[in-house]
């Protein structure tokens, strides 16, 4: 019997969609959003100005190759221009790589607080999403690995983790790469890598130059502050590469964004600036909401999660942040609604948070 109307493709209806942080909280007057971990430095203001340029000639197509942009990554870190791709942020190269490697019936393991855009990424294209469960809200990798079945085509792993913030060291990486089948294609998502500074943590560009299975995406999104431009970068393998070339939108990164993102990965001074503000108010936001009796999960990247006693403390506290213009950002979707994560902001925004919990606790602070 035929449908009464177009049906979606088999997981398409299943899945649930993404929600961005919030962004607003009315009746305040005065707003710090602290629920979506963009940089509280904004951009580079060299990024700005070549931003504002391209102004002059919005008539053009941007360069469909990104060419410049691949250029400048390359010089950046030492990599290899033909295997570099662009896109409408690292989201656009994570469906792109759904879309190429993925197929009915086959699965895409990612681990229990991962990423949302993962399993959204595989059920759209008829594949299964396995959960692998997580030791100390960090991914595990004995645990990944026992759930690679004949079915499994694709691991997907965020290191840093959002929203935990948690890493597993460059060793456990190779490690779970060494004992992956040679057709799994392994994704590190290294969103957050512009922040950490752990001896024993690699993005992954190694791992991807001495393999055939294993893509690296980047973001300009977080240390570089580019997020309302969406553009991200992949280093792969030539013959992935190839594909995606293969299945992406002609023009998937717009000239504005292809200048902003040359000028920025260039400015390494302000990413330094970027990076120092962060480090130090990391450790300082950690230590402070300690002090509180709050559990805050050691973080490597540009925010942290806080965890209550409960679902329902956490709402609350949430709530009584929010009438006092502090957006953090609830996690319930990423199976944590006992915790809230929050975004590294200005000074401002980070004291005015730690008074607020203090408050809500009802501590004098």
Partial sequence: MSASRPQPRPGVLSIEAYVPGKSSA??????????????????????????????????DYPDGAATALREAIGRTFGLDPARIICGAGSDDLLNLLARAYLADGDEAIHTTHGFLVYP????????????????????DVDAILARVTPKTKMVWLANPNNPTGTYIPFDEVKRLHRALPPHVLF???????????????????????????????????????????RLGWLYGPAQVVDALNRIRGPFNVNAPAIAAGI???????????????????LAWLTEEIGKLGLEVTPSVANFILIHFKDAKTAAAANDFLMKRG????????????????????????????????ADFLGQAK
Avoid at 263 to 281: G, I, L, S
Avoid at 330 to 348: C, I, K, N, W
């Fill in 187 to 229: 994704v590190l998502d290294a969103a957050y890598a512009e922040y950490v500074s752990r001896n024993d943590y690699e993005s992954g560009i190694e791992l991807v130059a001495t393999s055939e299975n294993v893509v690296m995406c980047r973001t300009f999104s977080k240390i570089h502050g580019l997020a309302a431009l």
């Fill in 120 to 139: 959204i990424a595989t059920l759209g294209t008829g594949a299964k999403p396995v959960v692998a469960p997580e030791k100390n809200y960090t991914a």
């Fill in 263 to 281: 000028a920025a990965v260039e400015d390494t001074a302000f990413q330094d600036v970027a990076r120092e503000h962060n480090t130090r108010w």
């Fill in 26 to 59: 009315p009746g305040v007057a005065k707003v710090f959003k602290l629920s979506s971990n963009e940089t509280p430095l904004g951009p580079s203001p060299k990024a700005i100005a070549a931003y504002n340029a391209i102004g002059k000639h919005l008539e």
């Fill in 326 to 357: 502090l957006i953090l950002r609830q996690v319930s979707s990423y199976h944590l609604p006992q915790a809230l994560r929050m975004s590294v902001g200005t000074e401002e925004a980070n004291r005015l948070a730690v008074k607020a919990l």
